[in-house]
């Protein structure tokens, strides 16, 4: 089976060598077919078209990206740093690289949603292109169309490309590493090496430490397969880390240097530490839950409970696990076959690159004890799909070896098990897709066993293996395919977006602690439904009807997200089961137009239109607004923005604050609530109080409104 079959081949099969002078061999890449080009443009094409299909109807995605994206658009300095307001009060807790990419976008065509999600449709494309040159240059033009399209098929790929998380930029910057690592390998090359040191630093830039996680496979593969003295390779890889450390240490030494007087506070750090960020909130804290929203253990509130089978559970499994089984099949395979093989061998290469970054990956987001949400997986779907694309054509060209037959016959066994029983789960979406997995399985199964037979047929045997093919096509992906295309035309919104039909993670999110398949009933009052509709016709957990901007009632701007319990209206509890979460279970999820009118009214005369608790809020006031500033006191989820009372009275002294709402709820919660309790939730505990006690209140729109330029007589 070229160099699975026969593993002690210095190259992959049929990958011939181009001499240079000194007698070595350098890489060169097999010769493109006629029809590879023109294949190549048909998947980008489809790839493209299937995630811009109704981009606008997810309206502003997660508003607290889009608040972020617009207040980019609108200050350099909101740009540069990430900040979620104009007037800079408080960053995202994100590096923000993925945001700019959507503000210069923004700054171009204007802020909506096609000038903000188009960008992230254009990453996912380029993806998968960047995928099939990697997978190309060493096993060939229909490997490297197959791992393109894997990629482009799997449900939280389709999900999180026409999304304004960070993920979409984040596994862009990835596989660019991963086609730079395969040149360096070719060749010994110094400037690709540094190439993929430059992507994992942007990639920093845009996740912070989840770039990090493919490094020790990158590490792996170039110490053992790079055809060069230990010596250049050493020195290399340092070459390699100092160009991480340049590429993304350049805006990690502007922030921390910068004057913490004129710059916005860092969120997601309760000392306003752009380094306990990095180490802490996006760092430690997502794997052992030292903090982050929820903390310790908060990730089982997200994506089930932590173990070796937490990818596979009912809120991870139908994101990326479709054929998760096949591609450890292979790996395992691959590397029992090539155990002997000579180091710079390039099919064992390939396997510890994608199987590494497949490994290590995936034992993070299985273990982790802090928030990780299901969405995550997008970061593990270029590994699976090239290492099935690798394998699957060395399976295929030496189909004609029982060996080859036996495991190509196992995996698509076990994959099309899996898949029937990931539809499973929803048994009223597609029955009819619960027939024709396993009746194809069974086809592809039998062809493969028996293809010598089959080949007696002569020219007929030719049929028989296209349609085995097929058929075995059809039992593997038909799920995942089916999922994607249901994602793709669902719009969604919201902090925890899930991909399929049978999502448990409500699309708004924004409701309380998440609680698996309960989530969206705590505090939302419904599966995960915006605005807590429980039970409306057609609509499923993760998915927003009519989720455009303006699709709103009258007298009001709907966004989404849950109002959360009555006790959130007073903006003290946080709401049921403590706050936390995206926003927190009291985030205010519309705007009355008679609020909308008092934020804009003479918003030129302050700095914030208004002050509120929990970015969630200030982001729903800021969209409905167009951009007003608001200031959002605790940030994400009470890990930032913590103001001191003697601060806050600064700023309304100063007259730079119009509004103070009261009944924000959000992250912070107030007193008590919030996940993070303790410092941020007494400060907002004791501003409130001192509101109250020294302004005049007002009803506007059904919110409780202090104005801050009125003091009581």
């Known amino acids: 089976m070229n160099a699975t079959i026969s593993p002690h081949r210095r190259t992959a099969p049929s990958l011939p060598s181009r001499s240079r002078p000194d007698g070595s061999t350098g ?358 799909a090239a290492l099935v694309a690798i394998t699957g054509s060395l399976l295929w060209r030496e189909r004609h070896t029982p060996l080859a037959r036996r495991v190509a016959a196992s995996t698509v066994l076990v994959t099309a098990s899996w898949s029937w029983a990931l539809l499973d789960r929803t048994p009223q979406w597609e029955s009819w897709m619960r027939v024709l997995i396993p009746v194809s399985a069974a086809i592809a199964v039998v062809g493969l066993l028996a293809a010598p037979a089959l080949r007696r047929l002569g020219r007929r045997g030719g049929w028989a293996s296209v349609a085995i093919a097929v058929a075995a096509a059809v039992a593997c992906l038909a799920g995942p395919v089916a999922y994607s295309a249901q994602t793709i035309t669902t719009a969604h919104t919201g902090s925890t977006p899930s991909a399929g039909p049978g999502s448990s993670m409500g699309a708004g999110g924004l409701g309380g602690a998440p609680g698996g398949k309960d989530f969206g009933a705590h505090g939302a009052g419904g599966a995960g439904l915006p605005g807590g509709a429980r039970g409306l016709p057609g609509a499923k957990a993760g998915a927003v009807p009519n989720a455009s901007r303006g699709a709103a009632p009258t007298g009001s701007v709907q966004l989404f997200g849950a109002s959360g319990s009555s006790s959130a209206k007073t903006g003290r509890a946080g709401g049921v089961g403590g706050g936390g979460g995206a926003g927190g279970a009291g985030a205010m999820t519309s705007v009355s137009v008679a609020v909308k009118k008092a934020l804009e009214s003479d918003a030129g005369s302050f700095r914030w239109v208004a002050a509120v608790s929990g970015s969630q809020t200030a982001a729903t006031l800021e969209l409905a607004t167009g951009g007003e500033p608001v200031m959002a006191i605790g940030g994400f989820s009470n890990e930032g923005g913590r103001l001191t009372l003697a601060e806050f009275q600064r700023y309304v002294r100063a007259g730079d604050i119009h509004y103070y709402f009261a009944s924000s709820g959000g992250a912070g919660g107030g007193v008590g609530g919030g996940p993070g309790g303790g410092t941020g939730s007494s400060s907002i505990s004791s501003i409130t109080s001192w509101v109250e006690a020294h302004f005049k209140s007002v009803k506007i729109g059904g919110e409780t409104v202090y104005d801050l330029t009125q003091a009581r007589g």
Not at 131 to 143: E, P, S, T
Not at 231 to 242: F, I, K, P
Not at 321 to 342: D, E, V
């Open 27 to 384: 890489a060169s890449e097999r010769a493109e077919p006629a029809w590879a080009r023109p294949a190549l443009i048909a998947l980008l094409v489809c790839t493209a078209v299937a995630y811009l299909w109704d981009p606008k109807a997810s309206g502003d995605a997660n508003s607290f990206y889009a608040a972020a994206v617009q207040a980019g658009t609108k200050s350099w300095k909101a740009m540069f740093f990430g900040s979620i307001d104009s007037s800079n009060f408080i960053t995202v807790d994100k590096p923000p690289a993925s945001l700019w990419v959507m503000e210069i976008s923004g700054r171009i065509f204007g802020f909506s949603s096609l000038s903000m999600l188009v960008p992230q449709v254009l990453e996912g494309v380029a993806a998968v292109a960047l995928l099939y040159a990697a997978v190309k240059r060493w096993f060939g033009a229909g490997a490297g169309l197959a791992a393109g399209a894997l990629l482009a098929i799997t449900p939280v790929a389709a999900l999180m490309f026409r999304f304004n998380n960070p993920d979409a930029l984040l596994v862009l910057l990835l596989v660019a590493g991963a086609y730079c690592l395969v040149r360096a390998v070719e060749g010994a090359s110094t400037r690709w090496v540094l190439a993929v040191g430059t992507m994992i630093g942007f990639a920093f830039l845009a996740k912070m430490m989840q770039a990090f996680l493919v490094l020790p496979a990158f590490g792996l593969v170039y110490m053992v397969a790079a055809p060069t003295t230990l010596r250049r390779r050493l020195w290399q890889m340092l070459a390699g880390a100092a160009a991480i450390v340049v590429s993304c240490g350049w805006w990690v030494a502007i922030v921390a240097l910068w004057p913490v007087g004129s710059r916005p506070m860092i969120d997601g750090s309760p000392d306003n530490n752009i380094f306990n960020l990095i180490f802490g909130y996006n760092g430690l804290g997502r794997i052992f839950g030292a903090s982050g929203p929820g903390g310790g253990g908060g990730g089982a509130n997200f994506s089930g409970p932590t173990g070796a089978l937490r990818l596979f559970d009912s809120e991870m499994g139908a994101q990326a696990s479709w054929l998760l089984p096949a591609a450890l099949i292979a790996l395992a395979t691959g590397l029992w076959l090539s155990r002997r093989a000579p180091r710079t061998d390039r099919t064992r290469a390939a396997l510890l690159l994608w199987g590494g970054w497949l490994l290590v990956s995936g034992v993070v987001f299985s273990f982790g004890s802090g928030v990780i949400h299901t969405y995550y997986t997008v970061a593990l779907v270029p590994a699976i």
